[in-house]
């Protein structure tokens, strides 16, 4: 996606660690009006495979899943990561490794929300490691739920993340893929 | 806001020790055409004040936030509950009591996303103590920006936050001001 990747380029910024900052308009400050174009690409890219569901992680996954799910006509559920008192009753649950904090966490859905009847999209900011939609496909089949694909915003293809979440038979389509970056070249895309 | 009410009427439910579940359309599962609605109302109440930006609070204030702010055409900020790697620099920084999770924490937003320039409208799908509102405005202070106000889906009015808040001569706006609940009389509003 055009957009995206001349936005990385403009206003992405590169840190030591293979860090690429987004903040200023992807997770952190966020562009609902880029958001809305993003929301597009995914309905032109999902628009016919009958997603009831979109499902993501919070926090940084949130906006832009509901901003998509308004061209899907569905319901956003997120994935938290820690159970709360609000949350009583059955839940699924699974692991997510997050590398920028260093720590495994929980993240869990309730039950009520997520079925066999379901067709289910997962939406995220970045795709990486792959920790993060590797949970929320482990949420979505203990829902004996269909997953229908992911889609993010950035892959880092040089992390092992997409090769692996596709090699689990699952579709996933990015919206800007990172080939290398550096701070002397800049972000090379796919 | 006889949408909202009406809707915590039909799914709200009601547990013990004053927790009111709206987890089916509002902050686990989420409306986002209902969210449409209430970003439509958020605009009527606050749309001739001039807002620049939203600020909201990880990580169910995130998706009403972004819908909002695409009737608003502005950026939304959300506040970050811990320090990340990824968040370098200076930051503004305040602490919020959580009483669900019955611990303070501190939240963040990088100082390149608010300044004195910035015309700052809150919003958060609930106001029950205030706590959360309370380090929002702290941040905005802080930042020397303008608060237009504070836009919340549902207000526990018998709860000290609303009166708190409005004290401290913010304009609070709640779409559904719960005056009374329990399990025998269901949820009453103002």
């Known amino acids: 996606m055009r957009l995206l990747e001349e936005r990385i380029r403009r206003d992405g910024k590169i840190r030591d660690g293979g860090v690429l900052k987004v903040d200023s308009f992807l997770n952190h400050q966020m562009d609902v009006e880029l958001f809305q174009e993003i929301g597009k690409e995914f309905l032109r890219l999902f628009g016919d495979c009958g997603v009831t569901k979109i499902l993501t992680i ?3 996954g949130i906006g832009i899943a509901c ?5 899907f006509h569905c319901p956003v559920i997120f994935a938290k990561k820690n159970k ?3 949350i009583a009753g059955d839940v699924y649950t699974s692991k997510v490794e997050s590398f920028t904090h260093g720590k495994v966490y929980d993240i869990i859905v309730s039950k009520d929300f997520l079925g066999p009847e379901d067709r289910v999209l997962l ?3 970045f795709l990486a490691n792959g920790s993060a939609l590797q949970g929320l496909i482990e949420l979505v089949r ?3 739920a269909e997953l229908v694909g992911a889609g993010v915003c950035v892959e880092k293809a040089f992390q092992p993340g997409g090769e692996m979440v596709r090699g689990m038979g699952v579709r ?3 919206l800007a893929r990172v080939k290398s970056m550096s701070v002397e070249d800049g972000v090379v895309f796919c």
């Open 58 to 60: 919070e926090a940084s």
């Open 67 to 71: 901003v998509t799910a308004q061209f």
């Open 84 to 86: 709360t008192r609000n």
């Open 172 to 174: 996933v389509e990015a």
């Open 142 to 144: 203990s829902a004996s």
């Open 123 to 125: 939406i995220d900011d």
